[in-house]
């Protein structure tokens, strides 16, 4: 394949752009919207540190696991992709395989991250790797290309980490005390304190835990003890969100006096013996700790459905998040119900955000939420953008449609990247021209109203005003 410019009008101005109406929703309000970025993976020392990387592989490749599914798929050997090949020649492979990506979002992501930042406007293939290597590292040299020269020219307002509650946000202090303008803000992230099935890993956890508060955990009066005490220092760094990723909601809460003196003696045991009711465990403990989001006016968000390290083997020899993980067909709808319901029978349920991961349960999740709006905040249930194997144009698609259908579009709080990438952030503008793209064809068919200004306003909304107004930014 030679090194050839665009054709086709392949990622144009007006890329998924469809109609005049589209293009002018697109272009004239929404291209030069900020991004709210709630939910993602960055590392904050790499904000804080301002880090710049020495190539392209370092800054593109490493950490995603998109990318390196796709290669596997292609037969491409391990060294290549996480192993110990040079980051030139993996970058090399992972160029020889894009074209084999058609149809894949990656094809789409792959060359709206090369054009920007980098203004590469080339099929990324064998025989433009070596130049598109080299014009991209030389880019990465300069300040602009810097994680924070980064983050300032995508636009992004607030970036919303995914924090550990053992963290000590050294990271995000040093980023409050100097005067950069993005917003870097911890996301607390419970999941390992809930996790009593791994009773080696959860023990070790609480270890950890116990030395970090100086709680002595003994039971669940001191666990909560502990989990607070991070909550509290997490809110004293501008923490105002909560996350969390599940298999599904507990639907079980009943934390009997049996169950705390096991949990005592799990707590201090020194054998194998699983605890007996690890459902009763986290459903109690995920319930007291939603409370106290709720007292501090908190945004809580579950992540529903993944099927996660199904390789073993592949597990064993690159550890979790390495590209091994699917979509599961968990029971949703009635855990969903009791475990929300739960909370608002005591109106101690706060602003929710929930993600779905199988499609099939998309209608699920659109109609549960309007359940619990209550009237007392505008979209204070949301249903969550397409996440992880449903955030490309299908998934976006189908998600909005069900969000129209079964509930109000013109809350929803809009897309995030979910990504360990700093290069992702075109996700956004995947998301909004493909926004553009529905309302601009439905009024072009006489389906909405052909009134710019009017349908204009909801689209901002979506993109940027409602996130601004859900988290208090």
Same mark, same amino acid.
């Given at each position: 394949?030679?090194?050839?410019?665009?054709?086709?009008?392949?990622?144009?101005?007006?890329?998924?752009?469809?109609?005049?109406?589209?293009?002018?929703?697109?272009?004239?309000?929404?291209?030069?919207?900020?991004?709210?970025?709630?939910?993602?993976?960055?590392?904050?020392?790499?904000?804080?540190?301002?880090?710049?990387?020495?190539?392209?592989?370092?800054?593109?490749?490493?950490?995603?696991?998109?990318?390196?599914?796709?290669?596997?798929?292609?037969?491409?050997?391990?060294?290549?992709?996480?192993?110990?090949?040079?980051?030139?020649?993996?970058?090399?492979?992972?160029?020889?395989?894009?074209?084999?990506?058609?149809?894949?979002?990656?094809?789409?992501?792959?060359?709206?991250?090369?054009?920007?930042?980098?203004?590469?406007?080339?099929?990324?293939?064998?025989?433009?790797?070596?130049?598109?290597?080299?014009?991209?590292?030389?880019?990465?040299?300069?300040?602009?290309?810097?994680?924070?020269?980064?983050?300032?020219?995508?636009?992004?307002?607030?970036?919303?980490?995914?924090?550990?509650?053992?963290?000590?946000?050294?990271?995000?202090?040093?980023?409050?005390?100097?005067?950069?303008?993005?917003?870097?803000?911890?996301?607390?992230?419970?999941?390992?304190?809930?996790?009593?099935?791994?009773?080696?890993?959860?023990?070790?956890?609480?270890?950890?835990?116990?030395?970090?508060?100086?709680?002595?955990?003994?039971?669940?009066?001191?666990?909560?003890?502990?989990?607070?005490?991070?909550?509290?220092?997490?809110?004293?760094?501008?923490?105002?969100?909560?996350?969390?990723?599940?298999?599904?909601?507990?639907?079980?809460?009943?934390?009997?006096?049996?169950? #705390? *003196?096991? /949990?005592?003696?799990?707590?201090?045991? $020194?054998?194998?013996?699983? %605890?007996?009711?690890?459902?009763?465990? @986290?459903?109690?403990?995920?319930?007291?700790?939603?409370?106290?989001?709720?007292?501090?006016?908190?945004?809580?968000?579950?992540?529903?459905?993944?099927?996660?390290?199904?390789?073993?083997?592949?597990?064993?020899?690159?550890?979790?998040?390495?590209?091994?993980?699917?979509?599961?067909?968990?029971?949703?709808?009635?855990?969903?119900?009791?475990?929300?319901?739960?909370?608002?029978?005591?109106?101690?349920?706060?602003?929710?955000?929930?993600?779905?991961?199988?499609?099939?349960?998309?209608?699920?999740?659109?109609?549960?939420?309007?359940?619990?709006?209550?009237?007392?905040?505008?979209?204070?249930?949301?249903?969550?953008?397409?996440?992880?194997?449903?955030?490309?144009?299908?998934?976006? #698609? *189908?998600? /909005?449609?069900?969000?129209?259908?079964? $509930?109000?579009?013109?809350? %929803?709080?809009?897309?995030?990247?979910? @990504?360990?990438?700093?290069?992702?952030?075109?996700?956004?503008?995947?998301?909004?021209?493909?926004?553009?793209?529905?309302?601009?064809?439905?009024?072009?068919?006489?389906?909405?109203?052909?009134?710019?200004?009017?349908?204009?306003?909801?689209?901002?909304?979506?993109?940027?005003?409602?996130?601004?107004?859900?988290?208090?930014?």
């Amino acid at each position: 394949m030679k090194m050839t410019d665009y054709q086709n009008h392949f990622l144009s101005a007006d890329f998924l752009l469809f109609s005049q109406t589209a293009k002018k929703l697109y272009h004239d309000h929404v291209v030069d919207l900020p991004i709210i970025d709630y939910h993602n993976h960055l590392p904050p020392a790499e904000i804080a540190d301002n880090k710049k990387f020495s190539n392209l592989t370092e800054i593109w490749l490493k950490g995603d696991h998109y990318k390196w599914r796709a290669m596997r798929t292609l037969g491409i050997d391990e060294k290549w992709i996480t192993g110990n090949g040079s980051d030139k020649e993996k970058f090399k492979t992972w160029a020889r395989c894009v074209p084999k990506t058609l149809r894949n979002p990656l094809f789409h992501w792959t060359h709206m991250e090369l054009k920007n930042p980098f203004g590469i406007n080339q099929y990324l293939n064998e025989d433009t790797a070596e130049a598109i290597y080299s014009h991209c590292n030389e880019q990465l040299r300069h300040d602009s290309f810097s994680t924070k020269g980064l983050l300032q020219h995508f636009k992004v307002e607030m970036v919303c980490t995914t924090d550990d509650p053992i963290d000590d946000l050294r990271h995000h202090k040093k980023l409050v005390a100097g005067s950069f303008g993005v917003k870097i803000l911890p996301g607390f992230r419970p999941d390992k304190a809930l996790n009593i099935a791994h009773k080696e890993r959860f023990l070790a956890y609480i270890q950890s835990l116990s030395h970090v508060t100086s709680v002595s955990i003994t039971g669940m009066d001191s666990l909560l003890e502990a989990l607070h005490n991070r909550i509290d220092y997490f809110e004293e760094a501008g923490c105002t969100i909560a996350d969390h990723g599940l298999v599904s909601l507990p639907a079980n809460f009943a934390f009997t006096k049996e169950l #705390e *003196k096991e /949990l005592e003696w799990f707590l201090k045991s $020194g054998n194998d013996k699983p %605890f007996s009711q690890p459902e009763a465990f @986290s459903g109690f403990l995920l319930k007291e700790l939603c409370k106290i989001y709720h007292q501090k006016k908190w945004v809580q968000q579950f992540h529903l459905g993944a099927l996660r390290n199904n390789n073993t083997r592949m597990f064993g020899l690159l550890g979790p998040d390495t590209g091994f993980d699917s979509i599961g067909d968990y029971t949703q709808a009635e855990r969903l119900s009791v475990f929300l319901n739960e909370l608002d029978k005591t109106n101690e349920l706060g602003k929710t955000v929930i993600y779905n991961l199988n499609p099939a349960d998309n209608e699920v999740f659109a109609s549960m939420v309007g359940n619990f709006n209550d009237g007392s905040i505008k979209g204070k249930i949301q249903f969550g953008s397409g996440w992880w194997f449903l955030d490309q144009k299908d998934g976006m #698609e *189908k998600q /909005l449609n069900a969000l129209s259908n079964m $509930g109000l579009i013109s809350t %929803f709080i809009g897309m995030l990247t979910d @990504s360990r990438s700093f290069l992702s952030f075109p996700r956004h503008e995947y998301f909004r021209r493909i926004l553009c793209n529905i309302f601009g064809e439905e009024m072009e068919n006489g389906i909405l109203p052909n009134d710019e200004k009017w349908i204009a306003g909801i689209i901002k909304g979506i993109c940027y005003d409602n996130a601004k107004e859900y988290f208090n930014l």
